[in-house]
């Protein structure tokens, strides 16, 4: 069973402070995402890496940045928070070739003050 | 780039009704249809797709319909029940994005009990 995990729940932190979000999945999957979700405004791309050390843009890469050195591991910097940022973001993974299904973890709702 | 509009954006039917979410995309070469379900506090997860060489799809109380002429793709919820009850999210995979989705906004849905 696909298992993505996300390192909090909730957190909160301050305007200006630099935000690390990790992601973990144990698939093997090549393919990880970060979302962000808003009510009325669905899940929205900010990062998408399909290999490590590979990243490209989203629809909302202003911000934010990524990381991922392992391929497991896949984490969203947000380098000065700043309140318009407090969101509940979502990571994903998936395969390539095959299935497009997408696997995500439980969400980390991210306050900034 | 691709879009996705999903109506509506709430929906409140009896339980026992049938619930039907209706999603438009604008990329005519999008091949690869899914619905996600969230329920509250949880990650969303995928309930049913559809690819674009197919018109409809069932798996026990839903199913899945696409109008590639039209482009738009349905999500059909017959004898519902209380369990039914969250946000449905749909997405299309335009052809040249890889592994990206790109999602609607979501349509909230409660079944009265």
């Known amino acids: 069973d696909v298992k993505v995990t996300q390192s909090s729940r909730y957190l909160v932190k301050r305007t200006g402070e630099k935000v690390f979000l990790e992601c973990v999945q144990d698939?093997?999957?090549?393919?990880m995402f970060w979302y962000r979700q808003d009510p009325g405004l669905g899940l929205r791309l900010i990062y998408f890496?399909?290999?490590?050390?590979?990243?490209e843009k989203g629809d909302i890469p202003e911000g934010y940045s990524v990381s991922r050195e392992k391929k497991e591991r896949f984490s969203l910097i947000l380098e000065s928070a700043s309140t318009n940022q407090t969101s509940m973001y979502l990571c994903?993974?998936?395969?390539?070739?095959?299935?497009?299904?997408?696997?995500f973890g439980p969400g980390t709702r991210l306050t900034v003050t | 780039g691709e879009n996705v509009e999903q109506h509506p954006s709430t929906l409140s039917v009896q339980e026992g009704d049938s619930a039907v979410i209706k999603c438009t995309y604008s990329?005519?070469?999008?091949?690869?249809f899914p619905w996600y379900k969230q329920e509250l506090g949880k990650r969303p997860q995928l309930i049913i797709d559809?690819?674009?060489?197919?018109g409809e799809k069932k798996d026990q109380r839903i199913a899945v319909t696409l109008n590639k002429t039209a482009k738009h793709f349905s999500l059909h919820i017959t004898e519902t029940q209380p369990e039914d009850s969250a946000v449905y999210f749909c997405a299309a995979i335009p052809v040249g994005y890889g592994n990206k989705l790109v999602f609607g906004a979501g349509t909230i849905l409660r079944v009265k009990s």
């Open positions: 994903a993974s998936s395969q390539t070739g095959g299935s497009y299904e997408q696997y």
């Open positions: 890496s399909y290999d490590v050390k590979m990243k």
């Open positions: 698939m093997d999957h090549e393919n």
């Open positions: 990329d005519s070469a999008s091949n690869y």
């Open positions: 559809i690819r674009s060489n197919v």
